[in-house]
């Protein structure tokens, strides 16, 4: 069968643990060349180590442009050029509208969209100097539709990545540089049960009691979502650029 990512150059910024290391593992079992980055060095080696030579990793705190920059540059050096970027490294510490502090505000822009936007700058950059066509896939989340109360900053975040994304779909689409989102739910993975057990005081049954709530009987899965990822980023996703998904059980508008 023929792989999706074939020798394609792949860098997914926040590849080292949860939704993007699942990605990662996705675009190296679909052919690809990965490149993955974190802010500590050793998730990222034992996920090098885990995926073999397709893998490698480079630390770098994206929230810092010289960094996001960066990890573009270096995966540039080794490879020679970025075929395809994703962005999901992302920050969901909890603030709402009266409690968040300009400082929990600022860290959250930083991550989640200022980051991207200069890994976009840089990626971009590169294949737009290659005359090159190339796929950019953003992790946005379905909170930018609004979200919860103790999410302020975070929503303010990813809604402008949201906006963000079909900005630059919409500057680079004659150039053949498809950008597309996804407003990705409530997702099963180690940094959210840190978050629920940190933040809401969940015990060791969380993961139960919420899949019984839910439509589909479960949380969002890791694979499934890098499933959509690799199609995003591959031919096989035909002209489609400038989309913001919904990839969420709830209907957003909908009413019982």
């Known amino acids: 069968m023929e792989q999706l990512l074939t020798d394609k150059v792949v860098l997914v910024v926040g590849g080292t643990s949860g939704v993007g290391a699942g990605i990662a593992r996705a675009a190296a079992r ?14 990222g080696r034992i996920l090098a180590d885990e995926l073999g030579e397709r893998v490698t990793s ?6 810092d442009p010289t960094a996001a920059k960066g990890v573009v540059a270096t995966t540039i050096e080794r490879h020679g050029r970025v075929d395809c970027l994703v962005n999901c490294a992302g920050l969901t510490d909890r603030g709402s509208i009266l409690d968040t502090t300009p400082e929990l505000f600022d860290a959250h822009i930083a991550t989640n969209l200022r980051g991207p936007f200069f890994t976009m700058q840089a990626a971009i950059a590169d294949m737009t100097t290659r005359a090159a066509p190339g796929t950019i896939v953003n992790i946005a989340s ?4 609004g979200g919860q109360p103790y999410l302020a900053p975070y929503v303010a975040a990813k809604a402008g990545l949201a906006g963000l994304t079909k900005n630059v779909a919409h500057a680079h689409r004659f150039d053949r540089i498809r950008v597309n989102a996804l407003n990705i739910g409530w997702t099963q993975t180690s940094g959210e049960d840190t978050t629920q057990r940190r933040f809401h005081g969940a015990g060791d049954e969380w993961v139960e009691e919420a899949n019984a709530k839910l439509p589909m009987g479960k949380l969002g899965q890791v694979d499934e979502i890098a499933d959509t990822v690799v199609f995003l980023l591959s031919g096989r996703s035909g002209v489609v650029t400038g989309s913001v998904i919904d990839w969420d059980q709830q209907v957003i508008g909908g009413q019982d």
Not at 30 to 43: F, K, L, Q, S
Not at 58 to 63: A, F, I, L, P, R
Request: aromatic letters at 0%; zero cysteines.
């Open 30 to 43: 679909e052919g690809a060349h990965v490149v993955v980055t974190g802010r500590r060095p050793e998730p």
């Open 58 to 63: 480079v630390t770098g705190d994206v929230s």
């Open 142 to 145: 379905i909170s930018a539709r």
